[in-house]
């Protein structure tokens, strides 16, 4: 507009001159030119140097918070983009900057939780989540990770409470439907937790914990086949995702298809050497396999081992595992041994068909034979 409407003006005022002999045309063109290339190229470079500050939401934040430096709001959404990149710490900075500015900011209180969160400073978050709420109280997000704070304490009842809250909020909230069904999962609650999966997946169909947990809810309805799809859609979003590739194992190995299972059951391992259930699961099928070729005993009662150091020597299938891997390793002893301390933990749990299973087993041991089986043994 600038540039059209100073030409248009100085067009007139060339004509004018020209009629009255006192400018010649060529110069009347090239004065106006010259200056609309000096304006245009002044106005390129600003917008290239504004553009800079629009790469990211981070640039974009930095660059306000570097000319607004006590701005809280710039301080709160720069530390909310500090998060999503995994800048933890300069996350906390600045969500504390902007509650040292205004510490009724409902917002930057979520946000420093979630930061904190993070670094898994769990009591702390839950200060921050509990604040943003009493200053907030209509409020999804906070809800939702204050329940995510209270599943990680062990508190599942009141996490459900606040899942639930974040629901009645944002009815199309994925993150609370995935949460939710989670803690329905843990208490057997499997119909519901089924249907907010499928919810989470729905809303967010490029989720990879979503896509997980609903396949967790499947496998204990018994519909397993429909359960692999979702833990390889998982590890197609996100291909070192562990817990999927434990799962996948497992229900690979439910199937029947056992090299499959012995693959993902590596792969999770690889990507985390204490991922319990899959050390489990694995040693389970080097001890037990009724194909001599996927047998390995030395490797089978390495991995039980590591497995019962992680569950603290107490838990009776992992203890299982290991009876069955000391036996295929000709240490009958060593397994009944193990067999008897798991079969005392099965009865205190009342799992009488854990209980039979081990007694089976431990008869075995007691007889000098291993044990060949190709169900598997998931923690």
């Known amino acids: 507009l600038l540039v059209a409407g100073g030409y248009a003006a100085w067009r007139r005022l060339q004509e004018k001159m020209a009629r009255d002999g006192r400018w010649p045309a060529l110069t009347g063109w090239a004065l106006p030119a010259l200056v609309v290339t000096l304006i245009l190229l002044g106005l390129g470079g600003q917008t290239l140097r504004r553009n800079r500050a629009y790469q990211s939401e981070y640039s974009i934040w930095q660059d306000t918070v570097s000319k607004r430096p006590n701005n809280a709001r710039a301080h709160n959404n720069l530390g909310e983009a500090l998060i999503k990149i995994e800048r933890v710490d300069e996350s906390i900075a600045h969500c504390r900057k902007a509650l040292e500015l205004n510490p009724d900011y409902a917002d930057a209180h979520n946000n420093m939780g979630n930061a904190l969160l993070q670094k898994n400073l769990v009591d702390e978050a839950f200060v921050h989540f509990q604040k943003a709420l009493e200053l907030k109280p209509v409020f999804a997000e906070a809800n939702n990770n204050l329940g995510n704070v209270l599943y990680q304490k062990g508190q599942v009842d009141d996490a459900l409470v606040h899942f639930q809250k974040a629901l009645e909020i944002r009815p199309g909230y994925a993150p609370a439907h995935n949460n939710l069904s989670v803690a329905l999962l843990q208490k057997g609650q499997v119909n519901e937790a089924l249907l907010h999966s499928q919810s989470?997946?729905?809303?967010?169909?490029?989720?990879?914990?979503?896509?997980?947990?609903?396949?967790?809810?499947?496998?204990?309805?018994?519909?397993?086949?429909?359960?692999?799809?979702?833990?390889?859609?998982?590890?197609?979003?996100?291909?070192?995702?562990?817990?999927?590739?434990?799962?996948?194992?497992?229900?690979?190995?439910?199937?029947?298809?056992?090299?499959?299972?012995?693959?993902?059951?590596?792969?999770?391992?690889?990507?985390?050497?204490?991922?319990?259930?899959?050390?489990?699961?694995?040693?389970?099928?080097?001890?037990?396999?009724?194909?001599?070729?996927?047998?390995?005993?030395?490797?089978?009662?390495?991995?039980?081992?590591?497995?019962?150091?992680?569950?603290?020597?107490?838990?009776?299938?992992?203890?299982?595992?290991?009876?069955?891997?000391?036996?295929?390793?000709?240490?009958?002893?060593?397994?009944?041994?193990?067999?008897?301390?798991?079969?005392?933990?099965?009865?205190?749990?009342?799992?009488?068909?854990?209980?039979?299973?081990?007694?089976?087993?431990?008869?075995?041991?007691?007889?000098?034979?291993?044990?060949?089986?190709?169900?598997?043994?998931?923690?």
Request: proline share 4%.
């Open 200 to 379: 989470a997946v729905e809303l967010d169909p490029f989720n990879a914990e979503a896509n997980n947990n609903l396949g967790n809810a499947l496998v204990q309805k018994g519909r397993v086949n429909e359960a692999i799809v979702h833990f390889q859609k998982a590890l197609e979003i996100r291909p070192y995702y562990t817990g999927a590739h434990a799962n996948l194992g497992a229900s690979l190995l439910l199937s029947g298809r056992v090299d499959g299972a012995l693959v993902h059951f590596e792969l999770a391992i690889k990507s985390n050497p204490s991922e319990m259930g899959a050390l489990n699961n694995l040693a389970w099928i080097l001890a037990t396999s009724l194909e001599s070729s996927q047998r390995n005993g030395a490797r089978a009662l390495e991995l039980a081992q590591r497995a019962s150091q992680l569950s603290g020597g107490n838990h009776p299938i992992v203890l299982h595992t290991l009876a069955a891997a000391y036996a295929e390793c000709g240490q009958f002893a060593e397994a009944a041994d193990a067999a008897e301390r798991a079969l005392v933990l099965a009865n205190a749990q009342g799992n009488t068909v854990l209980a039979d299973a081990i007694r089976n087993a431990h008869n075995l041991y007691q007889s000098g034979k291993p044990l060949r089986d190709i169900r598997p043994a998931v923690p």
